[in-house]
């Protein structure tokens, strides 16, 4: 062991040599890394050669004559952490050196160096950079195993076997213990470079949302003091963040409390994240901003409270816009209801002159009074008395919905036979039937058909879903109708037809006034399309509900459910 003294030594002094070189590497390279890539590549093999040359300078003299030191190593990294120019450039200034000091193990010297340069090109390709104790350990033999068979070629091979005999077990143990310290060294480097070029490219990122974003972003600390504010937020309150920083909301905002101020401050108070609050706050320019935040606490390793990181966005435009909507909204219902206001105080004028119209053709119609002197009179006189009753039909509708829209529907709710009701209005629409060549079937109800309803706008519903499902019937069709009771002891009206039925689509449409199903044949009918919506208005007055269910070219059925009591009430 005491021969073995001076060689750990000397391994001891080369290995400094290594540790050394792993904080050059670190330096060259991160001067170069960004400026000259082949720069990098010259500079790291002139600090690896440098350190080959120093290892020569300090060996280790493992027999009387013969020297032997760790340039090995220093070249096999070289190719291995800087690739072939490093490599390159180490062995050959290695290689130089070594050949300058001269003896008889020149060659063997020479040969050692440039076979682990050569291996530690191929371990590069082979594993990549040595990032396991293993790998590197594994390498370090590698290198031990390609420079010992040159230790043969220096004075025969019984020499080289004895020479190998003294130095393999402590060269071994330096080989693999550098290697493993030389890696380690070299790649924590690279590692703490490369985690802080992310840590680098993710602050610029950070940095690029937060200038081209419309949101803003900002940190508080503990105190809830301003650490951080991204650009936007001088865009929008044009205040600069320099004045902000280090201060709290309430030094520089003149807040405007609401019930969302008050929870959004209790969330904070309460270190919880918060979304979405909104809030409106007043700059020192008087006009007021709008901003929705969110918002996440932050906490250390220890759980202890560290600040915040919040979002803010401006939404003053949408909440004025919001207002705006509502605003007109409001005007519209106002213009709507005293339009329909208008309307329904108007149907007494507007009824009583077109009843005279109506009246008088129709005695002119009959000759009442004797024949016209020209006959051609009595039939211009039907043409007057089938326009104004056409033209009393629309006025009735018009009113009628009007009165619904302005909350002066009227019912007479009392006792009557729904039997009857329906037996009457089919009575309204059987000559239109007829001419149109619809067979009507009713069938009464098999038990009591008494009801609490209003009979006049019962039997308009009727009419109004009787009579379309006769216009909109084919020739030849057939329309059923039937009253019967139901399990809550009130009443169902159902009307089906064979007809052109209505599209899915136009469903919620048809229950809108003046909109008509977009089926060619039923746009091409006529009406005003109320009949539909004054129906359904005046069932729900009745507290009941009116189901339409329709398929095209196979029909359409339309349930009226009207309840078993009913609120002796005028309005729906």
């Given at each position: 062991m005491a021969q073995l003294a001076p060689l750990f030594q000397t391994f001891a002094v080369n290995l400094a040599l290594v540790i050394v070189l792993s904080f050059g590497v670190g330096a060259v390279t991160r001067y170069f890394g960004v400026r000259w890539r082949r720069g990098l590549a010259v500079a790291n093999g002139a600090l690896f050669a440098l350190l080959a040359i120093l290892c020569m300078i300090f060996p280790m003299e493992l027999v009387p004559g013969v020297l032997a030191d760790q340039r090995n190593l220093v070249v096999f990294f070289a190719g291995v952490f800087g690739g072939p120019v490093t490599a390159a450039i180490a062995s050959a200034a290695a290689?130089?050196?070594?050949?300058?000091?001269?003896?008889?193990?020149?060659?063997?010297?020479?040969?050692?160096?440039?076979?682990?340069?050569?291996?530690?090109?191929?371990?590069?390709?082979?594993?990549?950079?040595?990032?396991?104790?293993?790998?590197?350990?594994?390498?370090?033999?590698?290198?031990?195993?390609?420079?010992?068979?040159?230790?043969?070629?220096?004075?025969?091979?019984?020499?080289?076997?004895?020479?190998?005999?003294?130095?393999?077990?402590?060269?071994?143990?330096?080989?693999?213990?550098?290697?493993?310290?030389?890696?380690?060294?070299?790649?924590?480097?690279?590692?703490?470079?490369?985690?802080?070029?992310?840590?680098?490219?993710?602050?610029?990122?950070?940095?690029?949302?937060?200038?081209?974003?419309?949101?803003?972003?900002?940190?508080?600390?503990?105190?809830?003091?301003?650490?951080y504010i991204s650009p936007r937020f001088e865009t929008i309150t044009g205040r600069p963040i320099a004045d902000i920083l280090g201060k709290r909301r309430a030094e520089f905002v003149e807040e405007v409390s609401d019930q969302a101020l008050q929870e959004y401050r209790a969330a904070i108070d309460r270190r919880e994240a918060f979304h979405n609050f909104t809030y409106a706050f007043e700059v020192p320019n008087g006009r007021h901003h709008y901003i929705m935040v969110s918002g996440k606490p932050i906490f250390d390793s220890a759980s202890q409270f560290l600040g915040y990181r919040r979002s803010g966005r401006d939404i003053s435009a949408a909440v004025q816009a919001e207002r705006d909507l509502i605003a007109a909204k409001a005007a519209a219902e106002r213009a709507n209801l005293s339009k329909s206001e208008f309307l329904a105080s108007m149907s007494h004028e507007l009824r009583t002159p077109l009843n005279a119209v109506i009246g008088f053709s129709d005695?002119?119609?009959?000759?009442?009074?004797?024949?016209?002197?020209?006959?051609?009179?009595?039939?211009?006189?039907?043409?007057?008395?089938?326009?104004?009753?056409?033209?009393?039909?629309?006025?009735?509708?018009?009113?009628?919905?009007?009165?619904?829209?302005?909350?002066?529907?009227?019912?007479?709710?009392?006792?009557?036979?729904?039997?009857?009701?329906?037996?009457?209005?089919?009575?309204?629409?059987?000559?239109?039937?007829?001419?149109?060549?619809?067979?009507?079937?009713?069938?009464?109800?098999?038990?009591?058909?008494?009801?609490?309803?209003?009979?006049?706008?019962?039997?308009?519903?009727?009419?109004?879903?009787?009579?379309?499902?006769?216009?909109?019937?084919?020739?030849?069709?057939?329309?059923?109708?039937?009253?019967?009771?139901?399990?809550?002891?009130?009443?169902?009206?159902?009307?089906?037809?064979?007809?052109?039925?209505?599209?899915?689509?136009?469903?919620?449409?048809?229950?809108?006034?003046?909109?008509?199903?977009?089926?060619?044949?039923?746009?091409?009918?006529?009406?005003?399309?109320?009949?539909?919506?004054?129906?359904?208005?005046?069932?729900?007055?009745?507290?009941?509900?009116?189901e339409l269910s329709s398929q095209e070219d196979v029909g359409t059925t339309v349930n009226i459910h009207l309840p078993a009591t009913q609120k002796n009430t005028a309005n729906p």
């Amino acid at each position: 062991m005491a021969q073995l003294a001076p060689l750990f030594q000397t391994f001891a002094v080369n290995l400094a040599l290594v540790i050394v070189l792993s904080f050059g590497v670190g330096a060259v390279t991160r001067y170069f890394g960004v400026r000259w890539r082949r720069g990098l590549a010259v500079a790291n093999g002139a600090l690896f050669a440098l350190l080959a040359i120093l290892c020569m300078i300090f060996p280790m003299e493992l027999v009387p004559g013969v020297l032997a030191d760790q340039r090995n190593l220093v070249v096999f990294f070289a190719g291995v952490f800087g690739g072939p120019v490093t490599a390159a450039i180490a062995s050959a200034a290695a290689g130089l050196f070594r050949l300058h000091i001269g003896g008889i193990g020149a060659f063997a010297g020479i040969g050692g160096i440039l076979t682990s340069a050569l291996f530690g090109v191929l371990v590069a390709r082979w594993w990549g950079r040595l990032d396991s104790a293993f790998k590197a350990a594994v390498a370090g033999l590698i290198v031990l195993a390609a420079t010992l068979p040159w230790f043969l070629v220096i004075d025969g091979i019984d020499f080289g076997l004895s020479l190998i005999a003294q130095i393999a077990l402590p060269f071994a143990i330096f080989y693999v213990g550098a290697s493993v310290v030389l890696a380690w060294l070299l790649t924590a480097d690279r590692r703490r470079r490369e985690t802080e070029a992310r840590l680098l490219a993710s602050e610029e990122r950070f940095r690029d949302i937060t200038d081209l974003a419309t949101d803003w972003f900002w940190e508080t600390d503990e105190d809830h003091r301003y650490t951080y504010i991204s650009p936007r937020f001088e865009t929008i309150t044009g205040r600069p963040i320099a004045d902000i920083l280090g201060k709290r909301r309430a030094e520089f905002v003149e807040e405007v409390s609401d019930q969302a101020l008050q929870e959004y401050r209790a969330a904070i108070d309460r270190r919880e994240a918060f979304h979405n609050f909104t809030y409106a706050f007043e700059v020192p320019n008087g006009r007021h901003h709008y901003i929705m935040v969110s918002g996440k606490p932050i906490f250390d390793s220890a759980s202890q409270f560290l600040g915040y990181r919040r979002s803010g966005r401006d939404i003053s435009a949408a909440v004025q816009a919001e207002r705006d909507l509502i605003a007109a909204k409001a005007a519209a219902e106002r213009a709507n209801l005293s339009k329909s206001e208008f309307l329904a105080s108007m149907s007494h004028e507007l009824r009583t002159p077109l009843n005279a119209v109506i009246g008088f053709s129709d005695l002119m119609k009959q000759e009442l009074y004797g024949p016209h002197a020209i006959p051609v009179y009595k039939e211009y006189a039907g043409y007057i008395l089938n326009s104004g009753r056409h033209l009393l039909d629309l006025i009735n509708d018009i009113l009628d919905i009007s009165k619904i829209e302005a909350g002066k529907l009227d019912l007479l709710i009392e006792e009557c036979d729904l039997d009857e009701i329906v037996g009457s209005a089919i009575r309204f629409v059987e000559e239109r039937a007829s001419h149109a060549e619809v067979t009507i079937r009713f069938t009464p109800a098999s038990g009591p058909s008494t009801a609490l309803v209003d009979e006049r706008a019962i039997r308009q519903t009727v009419l109004n879903i009787l009579g379309n499902a006769v216009k909109y019937s084919r020739p030849g069709g057939v329309v059923r109708i039937a009253v019967a009771g139901d399990c809550t002891g009130g009443h169902v009206i159902t009307i089906e037809d064979d007809g052109v039925g209505i599209p899915k689509s136009d469903f919620e449409k048809i229950f809108e006034p003046f909109e008509q199903a977009a089926n060619t044949r039923v746009a091409t009918e006529g009406g005003t399309g109320l009949g539909l919506p004054i129906s359904k208005a005046l069932v729900e007055a009745h507290c009941g509900r009116l189901e339409l269910s329709s398929q095209e070219d196979v029909g359409t059925t339309v349930n009226i459910h009207l309840p078993a009591t009913q609120k002796n009430t005028a309005n729906p």
